[in-house]
């Protein structure tokens, strides 16, 4: 059964940092790429950062680009979300994506 768990999520204060989890199994992970999303309460899910399956190529939304960072360890089966600067905006339910798959998705709450 193919499986993506996302962790990390929590409740920080506007400028803070968190570091979210993106553990999977079931399928072969290092042959795709994984990608993070996040819906706001009455809004659109949204794509803000993917990573490439080999190489380490990195896509970052202009809403989240140079404060947030993905990788990736393949012997783990383990993405991450390194999320720095954070602000109320972010506030959202963040899930990871791959294999066609959807996790259930952390609640991350930024107050300010």
């Known amino acids: 059964e193919v499986q993506l768990v996302e962790s990390g999520g929590g409740l920080v204060e506007a400028g803070g940092s968190l570091r979210l989890s993106c553990a999977a199994s079931?399928?072969?992970?290092?042959?795709?790429?994984i990608g993070w999303f996040r819906q706001a309460p009455g809004k659109e899910r949204e794509g803000i950062s993917c990573?490439?399956?080999?190489?380490?190529?990195?896509y970052y939304d202009d809403s989240v680009k140079a404060r947030f960072t993905i990788s990736r360890d393949n012997a783990k089966n383990t993405v991450y979300l390194q999320m720095n600067n954070l602000k109320p905006e972010d506030t959202a339910v963040y899930y990871c994506?791959?294999?066609?798959?959807w996790g259930r998705g952390t609640q991350v709450t930024v107050s300010s």
């Open positions: 994506n791959a294999y066609n798959t």
């Open positions: 990573i490439s399956r080999s190489d380490g190529t990195t």
């Open positions: 079931g399928f072969t992970f290092d042959e795709y790429a």
